[in-house]
């Protein structure tokens, strides 16, 4: 099992930043993959950004130059840095775990909410 807690979420103005963090805990094996999605109101979850355990990263069309993916290995972090954030950026932001070697498994968290004023 893995235990996802999400934190950092709030309102911001838009062209403001955010930085959301995740911490992971419980059965944590590499290689693997950390997320971000979200989910808008009355819209699917969709996918943000991702990091391997080895360092690669992964975003959105949506996203590219303004939010940044990291992780730190040690302590089992992972980071969204959200900048220059926009109205349509509004939604709950959610971490994921994705490993698919035995012991394969995928985890979310319960989410953080982010809201933008323009």
């Known amino acids: 099992q893995v235990r996802l807690v999400e934190s950092g979420g709030g309102l911001v103005q838009a062209g403001g930043s955010l930085r959301l963090s995740c911490a992971a805990s419980?059965?944590?094996?590499?290689?693997?993959?950390m997320g971000w999605y979200r989910q808008a109101p009355g819209k699917q979850r969709e996918l943000v950004a991702t990091i391997t355990s080895g360092g690669s990263t992964n975003y959105a069309d949506s996203v590219k130059g303004r939010f940044t993916i990291s992780r730190d290995i040690g302590t089992n972090k992972v980071y969204l840095q959200m900048n220059n954030l926009k109205a349509e950026d509004r939604a709950v932001y959610y971490c994921?775990?994705?490993?698919?070697?035995?012991?394969?498994?995928?985890?979310w968290g319960q989410g953080t909410q982010v809201t933008v004023s323009s």
């Open positions: 419980g059965s944590i094996f590499a290689p693997n993959t």
């Open positions: 994921n775990y994705l490993r698919t070697n035995p012991p394969a498994g995928a985890y």
